[in-house]
């Protein structure tokens, strides 16, 4: 290969001349009153006791993330279908930029497969297999998200839920998401 990537990376290339090819990941999570449990630190022998909320307040996080570079691109939303799925794909659009073409590895959710999915011109979608979350990077920053700030809590209102998922998400450096999201199976070197 001449570029010293897969092929499917190599004929990007070739499709896009001048443009670097970057590979991105995107998922969505959900963050609310049904939020998670984790452990806890306390005295041994003790029983720590925590809230779990039982209302139904939400929101999504879409997130993509370049684990190359650290770049990363989020929306927040009240739900997700394809028409957040468009705006959450031209705010990865914008955050690469004009000279980079965005491989984008998904799953395989209604709204990311939907016909009326609107890709801009300089990303090209590469779905996952069915039930294969392990292959998606991005999996393991939720879980990151979710045990450091969004556990264990209990949130008033739907203002604070949506406040809680921007923090989170903003207290992840590029530095961060190369690190949780480090991956070598798609590509070594592009």
């Known amino acids: 290969m001449a570029g010293g ?18 590979v991105w990941f995107q998922d969505e999570a959900r963050v609310g009153q049904q939020g998670t449990l984790t452990n806890v630190w306390a005295p041994k022998g003790s029983r720590p006791t925590a809230v779990k909320q039982t209302e139904y307040d939400w929101v999504y996080i879409f997130g993509a993330v ?18 957040y799925m468009n705006h959450h794909l031209r705010f990865i659009s914008e955050e690469a930029g004009d000279n980079v073409h965005v491989l984008l590895v998904l799953d395989q959710a209604g709204w990311h497969i939907a016909k009326s999915l609107s890709v801009p011109a300089n990303i090209t979608l590469l779905h996952l297999p069915p039930y294969s979350p392990e292959l998606n990077p991005v999996e393991r920053l939720w879980a990151y998200l979710k045990s450091h ?20 998400w903003n207290k992840i450096t590029p530095q961060m998401f190369c690190s949780i999201c480090h991956t ?6 592009i």
């Open 149 to 168: 700030y969004l556990s264990n809590r209990v949130y008033k209102n739907y203002k604070e839920i949506l406040d809680a998922g921007t923090i989170a």
């Open 184 to 189: 070598a199976w798609p590509v070594h070197e």
């Open 66 to 83: 370049n684990p190359a570079t650290g770049k990363s691109s989020a929306l927040i939303a009240p739900t997700v279908n394809t028409e």
């Open 5 to 22: 990537g897969p092929p499917f990376v190599e004929h990007l290339r070739e499709k896009n001349p001048g443009k670097q090819v970057e």
